[in-house]
């Protein structure tokens, strides 16, 4: 129910979520994340990246321009009509249906999922990265930090963006770094390095490599 949810509130706040990237209306993400993330892919030189949850598509355009050859998929076609308006190619498929068929978008040296996972379960979304990557391959998950709670469901409000219009509450699963990490593991990752972008700090950045 949760994971409809989530879905439902990305489709309607499409139109703001892009106006807030575009406009840098996200104070951390224009002062912190966006270039740690940025950052992230780029240090592994990759050829070709999958952008999970892709959004408006600011991720893979930047890494476009970068020399990258970026393919971004997102539930809302709303957000994935805004990404094709940049450079990179954009589906229109939720993570479900990617868990259905990963090979149906190719193989990648790299999968980035930035600030689109929120479900409790993570294991069969993981389990798909791993089958699209090429020997070697790494996978880079910025996310919110569960620093300051409970570990458990929560919910974003979009509180602080208020002024850009009315928002759609979204829940989303807080878990622990040890959490994430054995997430990985039962995925078929290894070695995880953490990130703390600060200060704040501001997200938790993981990138996995391929057992």
Not at 9 to 28: D, G, K, Y
Not at 41 to 62: F, K, T, Y
Not at 112 to 119: M, T, Y
Not at 149 to 174: D, I, Q
């Amino acid at each position: 129910m949760r994971g409809e949810v989530i879905v439902e509130s990305w489709r309607r706040n499409a139109e703001l979520w892009t106006r807030a990237v575009r406009e840098q209306a996200i104070a951390s993400r224009a002062a912190v994340t966006d270039e740690a993330v940025v950052r992230a892919v780029l240090r592994h030189q990759p050829a070709r990246v999958l952008d999970c949850g892709c959004g408006e598509g600011w991720l893979s355009h930047r890494l476009a321009r970068e020399g990258v050859q970026p393919v971004g998929f997102d539930v809302s076609p709303d957000l994935v009509a805004a990404a094709r308006q940049g450079p990179g190619v954009f589906h229109v498929l939720s993570f479900a249906e990617f868990e259905e068929d990963p090979a149906r978008l190719g193989v990648f040296d790299l999968a980035a999922v930035n600030f689109s996972l929120f479900e409790e379960d993570l294991g069969s979304f993981l389990q798909a990265i791993a089958r699209v990557l090429a020997p070697g391959g790494r996978l880079v998950i910025q996310t919110l930090h569960p620093a300051g709670g409970p570990v458990g469901w929560r919910e974003e409000s979009f509180a602080a963006l208020g002024g850009l219009g009315a928002w759609t509450p979204m829940p989303w699963f807080a878990r622990t770094v040890d959490d994430w990490r054995a997430a990985l593991r039962d995925a078929g990752f290894g070695a995880v390095e953490i990130e703390e972008p600060g200060p704040g700090p501001s997200s938790l950045l993981m990138t996995a490599a391929l057992a």
